[in-house]
């Protein structure tokens, strides 16, 4: 039987890079949620984690859930959005084909249209790498990585999230799931973009709503912290990797973490696992 022993809220934001590059203005600027990652890392090691499961928010799809079922993951990659941020990092981490298509197989029993996918060319995205960076980088746990559908239900996270520990339980695997992606998540506009734009809040509304969500996490209320994400306003774009409540929503060892940058510092929130 498999367990699921760890499962956490992460950044991926670039800048986290850009602030262990000597010489940059964002120098040090993210050294909270770097160490925070890290710190995950350790304790996954610790709990003698053999697989992370990622949902990632920067692999995107327009047609259903996919899962990068690969049996190794090895390239450089360079951020298209912003190339001056990520450059050719390269990364090497041995996948998970059994569990990424065992979850896919849960998934799809559940009604949902998931494949999992073994394609030599499908690489990850930052969503992924950049996490697995500072936690997994000498690849001493395998990978799998789960793309985010632009249409779909927070419903049918919910659905893939069951899956998901379902999965884990059949699969034999010590799994940390991490939802990778930024809570509430509103960039400065062109013109008002600087230096000054990395490193603080382009408005007040977002850290309140992630605030908030993460009260509501600690208090294990994830059905209200859903609902905030239905209704909220047009000007917050809400980004977030629901499965997590759901992986947890039953008895586990694992722990509920959070390591997010909120302007140029950390919320490193704990909260214990729901049963």
Known sequence: MGDLVLAAKVSHVPSLMLSEVPGSPLAGAR?????????????????????FVVFDTHWLSNFGYHINANPHHQGAFTRHEAPQM??????DLPGDTALAEAIAGEATGAGLNVIAHKVARLGLEYGTI??????NGDGWAKVVSVATPLFTLLEESR????????AIARAGERV????????????????KLGPAAWTSIASEFNPQVDLRVLELW?????????????????????????PIPSCCSRRSAGTVLTAMPSSSAITFHRAAAAR
Request: net charge positive.
């Open 86 to 91: 990520i450059q050719d990092l390269r990364y």
């Open 31 to 51: 050294k909270g949620a770097v160490d925070a990652l890290r710190e995950l890392g350790r304790r996954a090691r610790e709990r003698h984690v053999s697989t």
């Open 130 to 135: 950049v996490p697995m960076h500072y936690m």
């Open 176 to 191: 940390a799931i991490l939802a990778s992606g930024s809570l509430s998540h509103r960039l400065w506009p062109n013109k």
């Open 218 to 242: 600690q208090q294990r209320r994830y059905r209200e912290s859903s609902t905030c994400f239905r209704t909220t306003p047009s000007n917050a774009t809400a980004r977030a990797a629901w």
């Open 159 to 166: 659905i893939l999230g069951e899956a998901t520990r379902r």
